[in-house]
């Protein structure tokens, strides 16, 4: 885990600051934002710490939150540039 909580605790802010904005228009809903920091930390406890790696794990679970919302697979949300 990373080396202090603060740290950790600024790691999920910005990875949630990051895959928050791609999420679907209403998808950053109090419970869903949830979901998603709650993947990030169970990430972390299986010891996938670095920004990239939380930040791959938020993006599956967008996706994942947006086929379940759309019924669509193959929808794939990454950070822009």
């Given at each position: 885990?990373?080396?202090?909580?603060?740290?950790?605790?600024?790691?999920?802010?910005?990875?949630?600051?990051?895959?928050?904005?791609?999420?679907?228009?209403?998808?950053?809903?109090p419970a869903l934002i949830e979901?998603?920091?709650?993947?990030?930390?169970?990430?972390?406890?299986?010891?996938?710490?670095?920004?990239?790696?939380?930040?791959a794990v938020a993006s599956a679970e967008v996706s994942t939150i947006?086929?379940?919302?759309?019924?669509?697979?193959?929808?794939?949300?990454?950070?822009?540039?």
């Amino acid at each position: 885990m990373c080396s202090n909580s603060t740290e950790f605790i600024r790691r999920i802010t910005d990875v949630l600051d990051e895959i928050i904005p791609t999420m679907p228009v209403h998808g950053g809903t109090p419970a869903l934002i949830e979901r998603v920091r709650q993947c990030i930390i169970k990430a972390a406890a299986e010891e996938q710490v670095s920004y990239e790696a939380l930040l791959a794990v938020a993006s599956a679970e967008v996706s994942t939150i947006s086929q379940e919302r759309t019924g669509h697979e193959g929808t794939s949300f990454s950070r822009t540039p």
